[in-house]
């Protein structure tokens, strides 16, 4: 099996069971945009950016801004799939230049012109055709790509309470490392560096951790205090690390 293959497999069993997602009272998927900010990024990540000294940053699935807004470019692009999340990103930026994209990368690429510099953070677990993400990524960028994701698939801090709520086991994989794979495997030659990455739901309120963390169990509101207990009692041990990587862009 390829590395592009096995990453498709293994992001396609994180499908939800029929059952469960038909009982959900609500979408599990998306995030609050209210626990993202534009800080908080680990420093590989925006140093990778820096070290090029761009006059223009493309930020894929941009969220608060947090991979891009602090390289301090004098030019921001900014894709995502939330005109919310594009509505708080513009206003972190402050009086940096702003064009925004709303849509799905790669769906929207061809609207989206190259910059110095293209970075995706936290996105490419939400990437089935991790082949066709990439191709346009490198496309994209005239010096450099960056891509940061956490060592472990983020959902799997979820397992024993799933596995507390609904009696099933949820998959491991991908991971960071497979991902390396997968760009080996497309013949891109890329840096890599692994750092602790800082808990991004630290400061944000407990009862928007709590909401999001019942929506994705696909529970109604009138079980989190048993989903509050649940997580107290079953404790997010993954690794805090994340792998960043880079390369060189072919963008003209």
Same mark, same amino acid.
């Given at each position: 099996?390829? *590395?592009?293959?096995?990453?498709?497999?293994?992001?396609?069993?994180?499908?939800?069971?029929?059952?469960?997602?038909?009982?959900?009272?609500?979408?599990?998927?998306?995030?609050?945009?209210?626990?993202?900010?534009?800080?908080?990024?680990?420093?590989?990540?925006?140093?990778?950016?820096?070290?090029?000294?761009?006059?223009?940053?493309?930020?894929?699935?941009?969220?608060?801004?947090?991979?891009?807004?602090?390289?301090?470019?004098?030019?921001?692009?900014?894709?995502?799939?939330?005109?919310?999340?594009?509505?708080?990103?513009?206003?972190?930026?402050?009086?940096?230049?702003?064009?925004?994209?709303?849509?799905?990368?790669?769906?929207?690429?061809?609207?989206?012109?190259?910059?110095?510099?293209?970075?995706?953070? !936290?996105?490419?677990?939400?990437?089935?055709?991790?082949? *066709?993400?990439? *191709?346009?990524?490198?496309?994209?960028? &005239?010096?450099?790509?960056?891509?940061?994701?956490?060592?472990? /698939?983020?959902?799997?801090?979820?397992?024993?309470?799933?596995?507390?709520? /609904?009696?099933?086991?949820?998959?491991?994989?991908?991971?960071?490392?497979?991902?390396?794979?997968?760009?080996?495997?497309?013949?891109?030659?890329?840096?890599?560096?692994?750092?602790?990455?800082? !808990?991004?739901?630290?400061?944000?309120?407990? !009862?928007?951790?709590?909401?999001?963390?019942?929506?994705?169990?696909?529970?109604?509101?009138?079980?989190?205090?048993?989903?509050?207990?649940?997580?107290?009692?079953?404790?997010?041990? &993954?690794?805090?690390?994340?792998?960043?990587?880079?390369?060189?862009?072919?963008?003209?």
């Amino acid at each position: 099996m390829t *590395a592009v293959q096995r990453w498709r497999d293994e992001l396609a069993a994180w499908a939800i069971d029929p059952a469960v997602l038909a009982a959900a009272p609500e979408s599990p998927y998306g995030f609050p945009p209210g626990l993202f900010g534009s800080d908080r990024r680990p420093g590989r990540t925006v140093d990778a950016a820096r070290e090029v000294a761009p006059s223009s940053v493309l930020d894929v699935g941009c969220g608060g801004g947090a991979a891009s807004i602090p390289v301090g470019a004098p030019e921001l692009l900014a894709v995502d799939s939330s005109e919310e999340m594009l509505e708080r990103y513009r206003a972190a930026a402050g009086s940096t230049p702003v064009r925004t994209w709303c849509g799905r990368w790669p769906d929207v690429a061809e609207e989206v012109p190259p910059a110095d510099v293209v970075v995706a953070a !936290d996105v490419a677990y939400n990437v089935p055709d991790v082949e *066709a993400f990439v *191709a346009a990524l490198t496309a994209h960028a &005239r010096r450099r790509v960056v891509v940061e994701l956490g060592d472990v /698939h983020p959902w799997t801090s979820m397992g024993a309470l799933w596995r507390h709520f /609904h009696g099933q086991d949820r998959p491991a994989g991908p991971s960071a490392a497979q991902f390396g794979a997968v760009l080996a495997e497309l013949g891109i030659a890329a840096e890599s560096a692994t750092e602790p990455r800082p !808990d991004p739901w630290q400061d944000a309120p407990a !009862d928007v951790v709590l909401a999001f963390t019942r929506r994705r169990l696909c529970l109604p509101v009138d079980r989190e205090p048993e989903v509050a207990e649940a997580m107290r009692r079953f404790r997010d041990d &993954r690794p805090r690390t994340s792998t960043t990587y880079w390369w060189v862009g072919t963008a003209s």
